[in-house]
């Protein structure tokens, strides 16, 4: 399957700080990439869809000057925790599909996710 | 909203199959059927999709029904690694179609 990176891993913030998560299609041009959120126990929960070079389209209750999204290229999107609190805390995957050089299409892969801890 | 239903655990000895079943009776025509897993603290995985046509990876096997409105997928010899939570999700093609992720399988292999 294609690989798609994220980083970091894991992540202790301040709370009020920001962090800022990468994610990498490595093998393959990522035209759209997914941001989901997953709490202990629970199943994984859509953040927001973006397009390359596009706005990024937010689902419902999800603060979008909380959680900026940046897709500038067709290989990397951001995800930044801005002013993180405590219930931000959780864990934060990223998903990325789009085509290999020759035009195949590449289905949805999944990054490692990020632990994210607001201390 | 999720459009599938999963059993919310199994258990499965080691060394023999793992079925695991899925009712998606509200899917549309231009819908697959997709399965991922997640083994903990790790990104979802990639497994099998289908549309109506049973289909076979080096992962697994995936049966859907004629009137495709159930699912399985099958893990033929089960081991330890295999332990995961197991999600069945419907989703049309395409690159900008989104994964919704509904509470999933809980499959716990057992020696």
């Known amino acids: 399957g294609a690989v798609v990176s994220q980083h970091p891993s894991r992540v202790i913030c301040k709370s009020g700080t920001s962090v800022k998560i990468e994610c990498r299609s490595l093998d393959f041009q990522a035209t759209t990439m997914f941001w989901y959120r997953q709490f202990p126990k629970q199943s994984l929960m859509l953040m927001a869809t973006?397009?390359?070079?596009?706005?990024?389209?937010?689902e419902q209750g999800v603060e979008k000057d909380k959680f900026l999204i940046n897709h500038a290229s067709l290989t990397l999107s951001t995800l930044t925790v801005t002013s993180a609190h405590p219930e931000d805390s959780s864990f934060y995957i990223c998903?990325?599909?789009?085509?290999?050089?020759?035009?195949?299409?590449?289905?949805?892969?999944f990054g490692q996710g990020t632990r994210l801890t607001v201390v | 909203d999720a459009k599938t239903t999963q059993p919310t655990s199994m258990d499965c000895a080691e060394g023999r199959a793992a079925n695991l079943p899925c009712n998606h009776s509200?899917?549309?025509?231009?819908?697959?059927v997709y399965w991922y897993r997640q083994i903990h603290s790790q990104g979802p995985q990639y497994i099998i999709h289908g549309l109506k046509n049973n289909e076979t990876n080096e992962m697994a096997s995936l049966i859907i029904t004629e009137d495709r409105k159930s699912s399985t997928l099958i893990l033929p010899h089960a081991t330890l690694r295999d332990t995961a939570v197991y999600y069945c999700?419907?989703?049309?093609?395409?690159?900008?179609?989104?994964?919704?992720f509904g509470t999933g399988t809980r499959l716990q292999v057992t020696l």
């Open positions: 999700i419907v989703r049309v093609t395409g690159t900008a179609s989104k994964l919704t």
């Open positions: 509200t899917i549309s025509g231009n819908e697959y």
């Open positions: 998903s990325a599909s789009g085509s290999r050089i020759r035009g195949l299409r590449v289905g949805a892969f």
């Open positions: 973006s397009n390359e070079g596009s706005k990024a389209t937010y």
